[in-house]
């Protein structure tokens, strides 16, 4: 009975047609699928393992390889182990493979994080040491600087200017008109910060802030710190940077002498990469050479040593000797700031004998070189402000920038008594210093300083009561 069930059961399920060719297709697969698996496993035989030259095969080789790999490991391990923790073949090249891998990776990873450690390194030099900076950085700031000075020209009134600004070398081969040089020669406390930041707010200016810095607080008055002031000034005028690793050194720690040249100082230092453009030698060569105009104030060398300036002609220098009366540049040493204990600076007949001398020293150069020297008095300036630009500007051959108008309308018509600040209330500084100076402190710059005073006009007094501009200043008598 129940092999009856069966066969009707067996019947129901390969009865039809369709289910009986069901059938036959899963034993041909599971056929198929046997000699697959068979074929895999099976040994090699004796005729696989040896060629017709009786060499061993690929395969054979690789299988001796793998034979001797795992000999040494067994070598290689741990005697306590036992048999039980042996691994497989497969499992053996799968972790030769990974370690091969790893290492690979690991090498790679190496180079990779040393590269990048170049690069960090080389960032940061190029962000502290001027000379690690890059040549290409330094060609695209000067791309942005001269963009950014023909922006400033473009409609001016000299059409030299933007022939000048356009023609700027490096970037051209095309040769551009001579950059004309004003230097401003005078002495501590009268009134050059003033003079000097005025000039350089035209927006054609290229500007050197005191060069001279290196030498401290005191005078040049000869010998070989004079020949090296000269050669100083002499090279960056002409945008020679190169030999002179002080002046950089020292432009480093005191950034103004930098700084205070605002348009290079906007373009050479950012937040990201720091300001070690700025003191980089081919950097400042070349954005000098882009400038038409370019100021100088020299405070610590005495007049008689810049006629090399004008002697030669290349330079196109124009000097401007600016001088204020010793009575209030006395007041404003001892008054205003503390650094003024040298003698140099202290003393009212070292101040005077350098203006008697910058004087004579002035006449003569005038006398040599016409319309290269132009005498200027502090105190003219701030009483007329506007009209003695015009004066000085149409002597250097500078138009009168709308910038410069700017400049005066806020630097003349306020007061910020602070050391360094050039904001002032131009009529009120001219007689500021007699509310100051003390009649010991009066007698004594008098005292020394009578005869020059008495040639550039400025009146002696004997009390600070009831005192007019008409009481302290008169006309100049230089001759």
């Known amino acids: 009975m129940e092999m009856r069930a069966t066969v009707q059961a067996w019947s129901q399920v390969v009865g039809s047609r369709v289910r009986r060719l069901l059938l036959v297709l899963l034993v041909i697969t599971l056929f198929l699928a046997s000699q697959i698996l068979t074929h895999h496993y099976r040994p090699v035989s004796e005729v696989e393992e040896v060629n017709q030259s009786g060499e061993l095969t690929s395969q054979q ?14 070598q290689a391990a741990p005697t306590h182990l036992t048999p039980a923790t042996d691994v497989t073949d497969t499992d053996q090249r799968r972790t030769i493979t990974n370690d091969e891998s790893r290492r690979e990776m690991l090498d790679r990873l190496s180079q990779l994080q040393t590269k990048e450690l170049q690069k960090v390194i080389s960032f940061l030099d190029s962000t502290s040491d001027p000379a690690a900076v890059h040549p290409t950085r330094i060609h695209h700031a000067l791309q942005v600087l001269k963009v950014s000075l023909l922006e400033e020209v473009t409609g001016r009134k000299y059409t030299d200017i933007m022939e000048a600004a356009h023609y700027a070398q490096p970037l051209s081969s095309h040769p551009r008109p001579k950059m004309l040089q004003v230097v401003i020669a005078t002495t501590w406390r009268s009134g050059s910060t003033f003079l000097e930041e005025l ?19 005191r005078q040049i008055r000869g010998g070989e710190d004079s020949l090296e002031a000269q050669r100083i000034i002499h090279d960056l005028l002409s945008c020679r940077y190169s030999e002179h690793k002080q002046y950089l050194t020292t432009a480093q720690k005191i950034k103004e002498m930098i700084s205070r040249n605002t348009r290079l100082w906007s373009t050479c230092s950012t937040k990201e990469w720091g300001d070690a453009l700025c003191f980089n030698d081919v950097f400042l060569k070349e954005a000098c050479q882009l400038f038409p105009w370019a100021t100088m104030k020299i405070v610590r060398l005495r007049l008689k040593f810049l006629r090399p300036l004008l002697e030669d002609e290349n330079l196109n220098v124009r000097i401007v000797f600016l001088v204020r009366d010793p009575r209030g540049v006395m007041n404003s040493r001892t008054d205003t700031v503390k650094w003024c204990t040298a003698p140099d600076c ?40 506007v009209n003695k630009t015009r004066e000085l500007l149409d002597y250097t051959g500078l138009d009168f920038d709308a910038k410069m108008e700017e400049f005066l309308d806020s630097h003349t018509t306020k007061n910020l008594d602070k050391p360094w600040s050039t904001s002032r209330e131009s009529k009120t500084r001219v007689t500021y210093w007699v509310s100051k100076l003390s009649s010991i402190k009066l007698k004594a710059v008098q005292g020394a300083c009578d005869h020059v005073m008495k040639r550039f006009g400025y009146l002696p007094i004997s009390s600070n009561k009831n005192i007019t501009v008409d009481s302290i200043l008169g006309p100049l008598m230089l001759t």
């Open 346 to 385: 202290s003393d009212p007949k070292a101040l005077c004998t350098d203006m008697e001398d910058d004087l004579e020293a002035a006449l003569q150069l005038q006398k040599d070189f016409p319309g290269k020297l132009y005498i200027l008095r502090y105190e003219d300036m701030s009483l007329n402000p």
């Open 61 to 74: 080789q690789q299988q001796q390889q793998q034979g001797r790999l795992r000999d040494e490991v067994d």
């Open 199 to 217: 000039l350089e707010s035209h927006s054609a200016v290229y500007n050197h802030y005191e060069p001279l810095l290196q030498f401290g607080l």
